[in-house]
């Protein structure tokens, strides 16, 4: 069993940034692929960024070059580096852990960018 919490979300105005962290505990987190995930009101939940337990890396088409998913295996601990922000960017970010068929979520930050 994996425990995930969320920090970060907030209210920013556009061309602003965040620093999102999702902070796991109740397992070996270093043996876990991590990603974001991101529900907009009215739309669907969708893939935001992904590492795997390696480090590699891979974003949506949407964040690319902008955002920078990362993660320190030493406190339990990744991060969502979020800079350019558009109010499209907008959403309650999630946090996910998944090995082989366990898969485990958090319980969601909320991001907001407007002016």
């Known amino acids: 069993q994996v425990q995930l919490v969320e920090s970060g979300g907030g209210l920013v105005q556009p061309g602003g940034s965040l620093r999102l962290s999702c902070t796991a505990s109740?397992?070996?987190?270093?043996?876990?692929?991590m990603a974001w995930y991101r529900q907009a009101p009215g739309k669907e939940r969708e893939l935001v960024a992904a590492?795997?337990?390696?480090?590699?890396?891979n974003y949506a088409d949407s964040v690319k070059g902008r955002f920078t998913i990362s993660r320190d295996n030493a406190n339990n601990t990744m991060y969502l580096q979020m800079n350019s922000l558009k109010p499209e960017d907008t959403a309650v970010y999630y946090c996910n852990a998944n090995r082989t068929s366990l898969e485990y979520w958090g319980q969601g930050t909320q991001v907001t960018v407007s002016s």
């Open positions: 590492i795997t337990i390696f480090g590699g890396t």
């Open positions: 109740g397992s070996v987190f270093s043996l876990y692929a």
